[in-house]
């Protein structure tokens, strides 16, 4: 089955020569790239991320009065660390409670926040937070 599908491959790149050569390869390490930025965010500005944390901007509070400075000294028990974690996964929750998909639990309050951001505002943050030291921890360390 893969000898008849590499076979097949091999036919369709003599045929479409450019879709297999050097510049199909830079293609496909770009889709490959793309995938791990959440839905193809702008670069991320570790500066302006800072101050939108710090400062909030109209209906987005400051990230810190909850989750701390950094994110790492969460206010209650009910607020995350968020410091150091990935920024591809920061991304991805803050476009979610967004998007609404991201709900359930206390899901709504960051709902509220994460509603008037942008996606330029939401790579800064992902940019910013996940350059800080981690406190991250597994459940073993955390004991
Ligand atoms: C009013 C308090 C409050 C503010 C302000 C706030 N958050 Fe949150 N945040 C929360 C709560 C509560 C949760 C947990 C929500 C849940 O249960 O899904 C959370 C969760 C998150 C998560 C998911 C963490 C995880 O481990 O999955 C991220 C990311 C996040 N907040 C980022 C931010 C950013 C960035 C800002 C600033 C724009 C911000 N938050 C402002 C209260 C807040």
Same mark, same amino acid.
């Given at each position: 089955?893969?000898?008849?599908?590499?076979?097949?491959?091999?036919?369709?790149?003599?045929?479409?020569?450019?879709?297999?050569?050097?510049?199909?390869?830079?293609?496909?390490?770009?889709?490959?790239? !793309?995938?791990? #930025?959440?839905?193809?965010?702008?670069?991320? !500005? #570790? @500066?302006?991320?800072?101050?939108?944390?710090?400062?909030?901007?109209?209906? #987005?509070?400051?990230? #810190?009065?909850?989750?701390?400075?950094?994110? !790492?000294?969460?206010?209650? @028990?009910?607020?995350?660390?968020?410091?150091? =974690?990935?920024?591809?996964?920061?991304?991805?929750?803050?476009?979610?409670?967004?998007?609404?998909?991201?709900?359930?639990?206390?899901?709504?309050?960051?709902?509220? =926040?994460?509603?008037?951001?942008? @996606?330029?505002?939401?790579?800064?943050?992902?940019?910013?937070?996940?350059?800080?030291?981690? =406190?991250?921890?597994?459940?073993?360390?955390? !004991?």
């Amino acid at each position: 089955m893969i000898k008849i599908a590499m076979t097949g491959l091999a036919v369709a790149c003599a045929l479409t020569l450019s879709a297999c050569g050097s510049d199909g390869g830079a293609e496909h390490a770009a889709a490959r790239d !793309n995938a791990t #930025v959440p839905a193809r965010l702008p670069a991320g !500005n #570790v @500066d302006a991320g800072r101050a939108l944390a710090a400062k909030g901007s109209g209906s #987005v509070a400051a990230c #810190v009065s909850c989750h701390g400075a950094e994110g !790492n000294k969460p206010l209650a @028990d009910m607020y995350p660390k968020i410091g150091g =974690q990935y920024a591809d996964y920061l991304a991805h929750s803050l476009q979610a409670y967004r998007a609404g998909t991201r709900s359930g639990g206390t899901g709504a309050v960051m709902a509220a =926040q994460a509603k008037g951001l942008s @996606d330029q505002q939401i790579a800064d943050l992902a940019a910013y937070f996940s350059g800080v030291p981690t =406190q991250l921890r597994d459940l073993q360390e955390a !004991n």
